[in-house]
Nanobody, 122 residues
Framework: QVQLVESGGGLVQAGGSLRLSCAAS????????MAWYRQGPGKERELVAV???????NYAESVKSRFTISRDNAKNTVYLQMNSLKPEDTGVYYC????????????????WGQGTQVTVSS
C-alpha cells in the first residue's frame, strides 16, 4: 500500500557530488520523520541524516558539512545532496519514512526503500 522508491545513485570519483531522491507513494495519510541510512561493505546499516516534517535536521558526524538532507512535503519526497564524496561513503543508501496510512491512521509505521548503490572511487 505504501512504496518508497529511491533514485540517483551511481559511480562517482572522490570529491564529486550526487543527489539522491526518495518518493513515497500509496495510501498515505501523513509522513513524519524521513531519513537516509547507508550500509557499507561489511558494515552495519547506519543513520546518515534525518529530517522532521517541520524541517529540523540531524546528521552523522562523518557527513556533516558535506551532505544536506531536504524534503518536499507536498510530494512526500526526501532528498540527499552529497558533496565532497569520499571512498568511505560507498555503500547502499536506504530511504526510511515514518508514515501513517489511510487505513491505519492512529500510528506511524516504518517504511523502507529498496536501496540505491553509491560507489565513490579514489
Amino acid at each position: 500500500q505504501v512504496q518508497l522508491v529511491e533514485s540517483g545513485g551511481g559511480l562517482v570519483q572522490a570529491g564529486g557530488s550526487l543527489r539522491l531522491s526518495c518518493a513515497a507513494s500509496g495510501s498515505i495519510f501523513s509522513v513524519n520523520n524521513m531519513a537516509w541510512y547507508r550500509q557499507g561493505p561489511g558494515k552495519e546499516r547506519e543513520l546518515v541524516a534525518v529530517i522532521a516534517r517541520g524541517g529540523s535536521t540531524n546528521y552523522a558526524e562523518s557527513v556533516k558539512s558535506r551532505f544536506t538532507i531536504s524534503r518536499d512535503n507536498a510530494k512526500n519526497t526526501v532528498y540527499l545532496q552529497m558533496n565532497s564524496l569520499k571512498p568511505e561513503d560507498t555503500g547502499v543508501y536506504y530511504c526510511n519514512a515514518e508514515i501513517r496510512t489511510r487505513i491505519i491512521t492512529y500510528r506511524y509505521d516504518d517504511y523502507w526503500g529498496q536501496g540505491t548503490q553509491v560507489t565513490v572511487s579514489s
